[in-house]
């Protein structure tokens, strides 16, 4: 199918992009890489009024130090993520994840900010932000605001952005040295969504682990942090024995969905399954 | 066969690459959509959303007076003109056929079922004026589950057929009763073959151009000969008046073996709006309205001796054919009735199918069409034969395979094979496989309780192809015969055309038709233009489908070359003032025998041949042949698959570990292009044991109408495969060739999910209904009950990928 | 699919009745709907559900096909379709009161929802996960309904700017029924109406023509950018229980659709 009709816009700045979204309206989309609206649009799920099209945002396109942080900008795509130095130095758990999200085509035009303004639960990428604690930088004709990923996932599909407020970039901080990461994840076909993902960071010293972050994917409405898991593991050994009990408590306070490619009942299992995998080749055990 | 003598044979069994590729590739060619002629209009169409319900009235008028709209028309605006779309294999004379329309008219039987359309000047107009069109529809039941259906006071489909099941075919051989009785084994099994939805790269696409009274109709179709005639007989206009042109088509695997409602709606307004209209398909609309595939449940009974000696086989069929009977729809499950008794011997086998109609998108011909659901039944039989005998499963098929030298051997089930080397193909994949040493591993992990656990499985298998002899097909009902035609056009240049029947749509014809034609006439390959799909070029033929176009198209372009040969050779001889006896023909050159530097090249015959000066007498100045193949049986591919899967038995998920693919696919033309096509086979039959399914809500709503929900793999999911072959030539036809198109797709499903149930049978589980997603062999080894095999009601959604589509929708 | 749903409220059985008989009331507890018309015992309006960049507005008609006072068991039944889009949805409903011994009233809702086209049509159920919020939206907010003092005609908070509503049916259904006092909503009024970049000519959407004698309420295309169902509204992730039986979440909102009246502000 093709399209509805929508008013195309293509702002030249920043500030251009975001008084464009304010003078649209409530049903203007962004339009960032692309790879989550345009199907949206094609298939006349969405029928914004109006699109602004941040391709000329080149100044969106970069990642950059920020000191104990790095930035993600809003139009930087999982590809530049996955050879940025920044990102592979620091973040290697996005590295990671965003290795697995997709195909190539789609990793080339896809961009991280787009993946978490869409706030898909089965978007590998909003457990990650969630993982690493990311700030997400909304700009609006009302000024600017960092809203915590723990804050930003709102519900099924739904971000704590407003209307008018566009995603800038992410930053996201440094995880620093002595952690190990792994995102894990379950699905049936290489291009297709995760069942279950399980993004998981690591610090150990010596055989015990100091600090951990574990969060879910598709495991609930919004990305879910997996704190049971991470409380079960903190100072305590790290083996996988340890990381197998820890891993129990993995699918705790979720609402996994029930849907075509599995219910509630088997991605409930294999959030512990998957959990304690994650935690074992994050701790490199 | 002539007396030719037989060159050296440089291009046919060479793995030239294929010279069509690039342009298919790159997209730089004439696919249907990409052609626009001046003055194009647009079509969309308007779909049902219900499963099942009566139209009470449709209202364009605000879509009508939409800017861009040319014309909006409902089902009902066509009643008196868009007659009803053919059946051609009515299976049994009281085959309950009930009319197909086009656009449906009173009453609509699936999701996606065409209710109306809109013609624009573009296709956003078309699509945004599809929205404006209000249908007025009043529900009725839908019926998605086949057992319920043909269950007393089902709902119906077809209210006026008074009934759900369309037919009940019957095949019997041998005393099955005595074969049953007092059988020291019996099996009794039921496996669901799933709805598959074709899925071809390309989607469908029709251009219609009127010229006056005339038209020429674009398609991406598999079949533009079949539809040609098709199209007049539903239409009324004459067959002379239609041109039916398949450009590049990119795939089928039989879903483009049809008459489509849109093909002819497209004819229809090109006469009625005298301008050219196209219609494209999206990927959704496709997933909802192409033809599906396979669904079928089968119970079958397998009686055998404690040596593993096959006595009798019982299969009972449903086969779901969908709301309406399409081309060849009742005749797809029955092209599988041949063909369950697989390579074995055996004393007595019944076959009995019954096609059921549900609400659901017709099915019909899918890669082997018939021939995989058959192939699974017996090869998951073996298997499990072998379990209950605590026996190898390569023995237990040893001990009832067809020996070699048995060929050739006429089956229980009526066919003559007229050749094959089971022990051939088997010996060699045990080797490849490296059998004894995985079994070793699998025992190793047994022992070690490894949570991934190993299992092998196995598929020796058969089918018929090269449909087909026309004999067979008109015993079979068959509204057509299964010849093929070809030309051969020898240019004053000395280049050559060659015409075929055959309708390339990915197979790579153009290549392996010139090399048979560069050997056969000894021209180079570059010098040989190979034409198709065009019914004012290519005026007869039969098209592609059924793995026949080599075995038959092939087999008659072969002969159309001798008889060039045989013409050119008169011409010769009379150039070289020598007797046509002594004349040999070797590289292109006629020679006297003796006197090889005296000779005259094809091409100089030819333009002898064109001048026309100096011909012997009574010869026309031409060596232009044509010749029709009709063979006298089928061809019988065969082969071993071996499969080593590991299944994690923490998540239930399936990786195969090795696969090894022994062919025996007669003489090879090019092998590149088999190793090609075998490829694609192990890709799509791997895809239903593992991940492909038509899933269907209770209420009747397709839920897998896009590719996120519908999986089919890529190569990032697939092993390396281990291909080879063994070479058995066929004896029933001159170039003993076989087919290859769907051999891959028929052998591997059962392959693989042999492989999963093999690693999981220390733990209790004896199948995994298909696909087996990670879901449903997790809950295999919790002894859980599939969903998809509860019964109806029962089961939450969504658990295991898959809610079943033979099973119903749950 | 079919929901359930279940609350008390404290109120005694007689009053809960009343108000379950008020198809206006009820109504105004389904999140995203607008009432555009009434004509007798039928309602017709819009209901439009928004999630992330998604958008399915349907129209259709409710009306309350029993009330057995016996029992306590109102039925309602409602059919939709999409606004733009050949899908359709339809629901029952079926509401029975309780009595319980400390004088309160527990309230069960059974609805059974059933939509076609798009939504209906992906492996994963953006219904389910919309329609059961949905729904237990509308519960929460038909428990308040409930509790609040019984006011046959508009409920005291919302002055309803809709006289049309019993009397001339249509009518007023179309100039924007302007929001209540809490909404902040833009002045979105003008705006051509959903369909708008398309502009051409379609629905002649102002034109206050009189009501139609048919026995059905011509369903116009409001022009006012009704208020959607948006999940942000629904504060933090998912309190919704997932006792619903996920699926056809969407449905529900149709249902909800037909009878609903006024906008009820986020």
Wanted: aromatic residues 6%.
């Amino acid at each position: 199918m093709i399209p509805a009709t929508f008013d195309y816009v293509r702002p030249a700045s920043v500030d251009d992009a975001v008084r464009a979204l304010a003078d649209a309206g409530e049903d203007a989309k962004v339009l960032a890489g692309g790879q989550s609206l345009m199907p949206l649009l094609r298939m006349r799920l969405a029928y914004p009024d109006a699109l602004i099209d941040l391709d000329r945002l080149d100044g969106l396109r970069e990642i950059r130090d920020a000191g104990d942080a790095v930035v993600i900008g809003a139009m930087a795509t999982h590809h530049q993520v996955i050879g940025d130095p920044l990102v592979r130095e620091h973040l290697p758990l996005m590295a990671r994840a965003t290795e697995t999200v997709a195909d190539p085509a789609v990793r080339h035009r896809g961009t991280f900010c787009g993946s978490l303004a869409h706030a898909d639960p089965a978007g590998d990428l909003p457990a990650v932000a969630l993982a690493l604690d990311a700030v997400l930088l909304a700009r609006s004709v009302r000024g600017e605001r960092e809203i915590p990923a723990a804050e930003f996932f709102v519900d099924w599909m739904t971000s704590a952005l407003e209307p008018d407020e566009l995603l800038v970039g992410v930053r996201v901080p440094k995880l620093g040295a002595g952690w190990g990461v792994h995102y894990e994840k379950f699905h049936r076909t290489a291009q297709a969504w995760a069942i279950v993902g399980v993004a998981c960071a690591v610090r150990r010293s010596g055989d015990t682990v100091e600090d951990a972050r574990v969060a879910l994917t598709n495991m609930g409405p919004v990305p879910v942090r997996a704190s049971g898991v991470e409380d079960a593991v903190r100072g305590r050994a790290a083996t996988r024995e340890a990381f197998q009990a820890a891993a129990g408590h993995a699918a705790e306070g979720t609402e996994p969905p029930t849907d075509l490619h599995g219910s509630a009942e088997y991605r409930t299992h294999l959030a512990s399954v998957l959990t304690a995998r994650a935690l074992s080749a994050a701790a490199d055990v | 066969m002539t007396a030719t003598t037989e060159g050296p044979a440089r291009e046919m069994g060479s793995p030239r690459k294929r010279s069509e590729d690039a342009r298919l590739i790159t997209g730089r060619t004439r696919w249907t959509d990409n052609m626009a002629p001046a003055g194009t209009l647009h079509v969309a169409f308007l779909r049902s959303p219900h499963a099942h319900a009566r139209i009470t009235g449709v209202d364009a008028g605000a879509a009508r007076n939409r800017p861009g709209v040319v014309a909006v028309f409902s089902g009902a605006d066509f009643a008196d003109e868009q007659g009803a779309l053919p059946c051609a294999w009515v299976v049994t004379e009281d085959m309950k056929h009930p009319d197909h329309p086009p656009m449906a008219v009173d009453e609509v039987r699936y999701v996606g079922e065409p209710v109306a359309c809109v013609v624009a000047r573009d296709r956003y107009a078309a699509f945004d004026a599809l929205e404006e069109i209000d249908v007025d529809y009043e529900p009725l039941p839908a019926v998605v589950d086949m057992e319920a259906a043909v269950a007393d006071g089902a709902d119906l489909v077809h209210e006026g057929l008074g009934t759900n099941t369309s037919y009940t075919w019957v095949f019997e051989n041998g005393d099955l009763d005595a074969a049953m009785r007092d059988a020291p084994v019996v099996l009794e099994r039921r496996y669901v073959q799933q709805r598959l939805i074709p899925t071809a790269m390309e989607p469908r696409s029709v251009l219609c151009v009127p010229e006056g009274e005339e038209f020429t109709l674009y398609s991406a179709t598999q079949i533009p000969h079949i539809l040609r005639l098709m199209l007049a007989t539903v239409t009324g206009i004459g067959e002379h008046r239609i041109r039916v042109v398949a450009p590049d088509v990119g795939g089928g695997f039989g879903s483009k073996l049809q008459v489509y409602g849109e093909e002819v709606i497209a004819l229809l307004l090109a006469r009625r709006l005298g301008r050219p209209v196209k219609w494209t398909e999206s990927r959704s609309e496709g997933n909802m309205t192409v033809h599906h595939g396979r669904d079928q449940i089968q119970r079958l009974t397998l009686a055998a001796e404690r040596d593993g000696r096959i006595r009798g086989l019982k299969v009972e069929l449903l086969a779901d054919m969908g709301a309406y009977l399409m081309l060849v729809t009742p005749g797809i499950p029955l092209l599988g009735a041949f063909m369950f008794n697989g390579i074995y011997k055996m004393d007595a086998y019944s076959f009995t199918c019954s096609g059921v109609f549900t609400t659901k998108t017709p099915t019909d011909a899918y890669r082997g069409a018939g021939r995989p659901e058959a192939t699974f039944a017996i090869e998951r039989l073996m298997d499990e034969l072998a379990a209950e005998l605590g026996m190898d499963p390569i023995e237990v098929r040893r001990r009832n395979w067809i020996a070699h030298e048995e060929f050739p051997y006429d089956t229980i089930a009526g066919l003559t094979y007229d050749s094959g080397n089971y022990e051939a193909a088997t010996d060699k994949a045990l080797e490849l496989f490296g059998y004894d040493k995985l079994r070793a591993e699998q025992a190793d992990r047994r022992e070690r309780r490894d949570p991934v656990q190993l299992g092998i499985g196995v598929s020796t298998f058969t089918e018929m192809c090269g449909l087909a002899p026309s004999r067979v097909l008109g015993s079979l009902s068959y509204g057509a015969g299964g010849w093929e035609h070809a030309s051969v056009r020898v240019l004053p240049s000395g280049k050559v055309e060659v015409v075929t029947g055959s309708s390339a749509h990915g197979q790579g014809h153009e290549t392996a038709w010139a090399q048979i034609t560069a050997d056969r006439l000894g021209v180079p390959f570059e010098d040989v233009k190979v034409l198709h799909g065009d019914t004012a070029v290519s005026h007869k033929g039969m098209d592609t489908y059924g793995s026949r176009s080599l075995a038959v198209g092939g087999v008659a372009l072969y002969s159309a070359c001798d008889k060039v040969v045989d013409k050119a050779r008169k011409i010769a001889a009379h150039l070289l003032e020598a007797s046509e006896q002594d004349l040999e023909f070797e590289g292109g050159r006629f020679s006297v025998r003796g006197v090889r530097q005296e000779g005259r090249t094809l091409q100089e015959v030819a333009l002898a041949a064109f001048a026309a000066h100096d011909l012997p007498d009574g010869i026309e100045p031409s060596l232009d042949s044509d010749a029709t193949f009709d063979p006298d049986n089928f061809s019988f591919p065969h082969g071993t698959h071996l499969c080593a899967a590991e299944v994690d038995t923490e998540t239930g998920m399936v990786k195969i570990r090795k696969y090894v693919a022994v062919d025996d696919v007669g003489k090879v033309v090019n092998p590149l292009i088999v190793e090609g096509q075998v490829h694609g086979g192990l890709a799509q039959g791997i895809a239903q044991a593992l991940y492909e399914e038509a899933v269907y809500d209770a209420e009747g709503n397709l839920t897998t109408t896009t590719m996120a929900d519908y999986l089919i793999p890529s190569a990032a999911d697939l092993p390396s495969f281990t291909t080879d072959r063994t070479e058995t030539p066929a004896t029933s036809n001159p170039m003993g060739v076989k087919g290859v198109g769907e051999a891959g797709t028929i052998a591997s499903t059962p392959a693989v999910v042999n492989a999963i149930v093999d690693a999981l049978r220390p733990f209790g589980v004896d199948d995994v209904p298909m696909p087996c997603t990670p879901e449903r062999v997790w809950r295999a080894l919790r002894s859980e009950p599939d969903p998809g095999t509860l019964e109806p009601g029962t089961a939450e959604p969504g658990a295991g990928g898959g809610l079943g589509s033979a099973g119903g929708a749950r | 699919m079919e929901l359930d749903h279940e609350f008390t409220v404290p109120v005694p059985v007689d009053r809960a009745w009343s108000v379950l008989l008020d198809v206006e009331r009820v109504a105004s507890c389904m999140p995203g709907a607008t009432l555009d018309s009434v004509d007798g015992d039928e309602y017709a309006g819009r209901m439009k559900v928004k999630v992330g960049a998604m958008t399915i507005t349907y129209r259709g008609t409710a009306r309350i096909v029993s009330a057995d006072e016996s029992s306590r068991t109102v039925t309602m039944e409602a059919a939709a379709k999409e606004a733009r889009g050949s899908g359709t949805a339809s629901a029952t409903v079926q509401a029975k009161l309780h009595p319980q011994d400390d004088g309160t009233t527990r309230v069960t809702v059974r609805t059974k929802l059933n939509v076609t086209g798009r939504p209906a049509q992906f492996g994963r159920n953006i219904l389910s996960e919309v329609g059961s919020k949905i729904i237990a939206r509308f519960a929460k907010a038909l428990a308040a309904e409930l509790e609040s003092p019984a006011e046959p005609e508009a409920p005291a908070a919302e002055p309803e700017p809709e006289p049309a509503s019993a009397a001339a049916p249509v009518q007023e259904a179309m100039p924007e029924p302007e929001s209540p006092a809490e909404e902040a909503k833009p002045e979105k009024a003008a705006e051509p109406e959903p369909a708008k970049a398309e502009v051409a000519q379609p629905v002649p959407a102002a034109p206050p023509q009189p009501p139609a004698p048919s026995e059905r309420p011509p369903l116009r295309l409001a022009r006012d950018d009704d208020d959607a169902i948006d999940l942000l509204e629904v504060a933090g992730p998912s309190l919704v229980k997932r006792a619903v039986p996920a699926a056809g979440g969407l449905v529900v909102l149709l249902l909800v659709i037909r009878w609903l009246v006024r906008r009820r502000r986020r």
